[in-house]
């Protein structure tokens, strides 16, 4: 099993910043990738971001390229997501999923949809006011 923990949401005006981080616990050696995905009041959730555990490869929606970044720090079992030039659109709970064991390299169909994740952190939320 692996326990993840959401922290860093807040409220921001449009055009600000904010970076979430998610701390993995458990049998992180077992995961291949860790993500962001968001669910804003009445909408599905959906994905944000998600990079590889073990190698380079990363992947966002596109309507974040460019404004989020996302990066991962191993030895604090720790997974970021930078957030800039927030938008009113970008209000949301975000959460924070992992993905276990796989063999073969990553593709965004892996990850892209909230069934590819094994693991679910509670959620934090962004409320970016206009």
């Known amino acids: 099993q692996v326990q993840l923990v959401e922290s860093g949401g807040g409220l921001v005006q449009a055009g600000g910043s904010l970076r979430l981080s998610c701390a993995a616990s458990g049998r992180t050696f077992s995961m291949s990738a860790m993500g962001w995905f968001r669910q804003a009041p009445g909408k599905d959730r959906e994905f944000v971001a998600a990079i590889s555990w073990s190698s380079s490869w990363t992947s966002l929606t596109d309507s974040v390229k460019g404004r989020f970044t996302i990066s991962r720090d191993n030895a604090k079992n720790t997974v970021y997501l930078q957030m800039n030039s927030l938008k009113p659109e970008d209000t949301a709970v975000y959460y924070c999923?992992?993905?276990?064991?796989?063999?073969?390299?990553?593709?965004?169909?892996?990850?892209?949809?909230?069934?590819?994740?094994?693991?679910w952190g509670k959620g934090t939320l962004v409320t970016v006011s206009s």
């Open positions: 999923a992992a993905r276990g064991p796989q063999q073969r390299p990553l593709f965004y169909s892996d990850v892209g949809d909230p069934k590819g994740m094994n693991y």
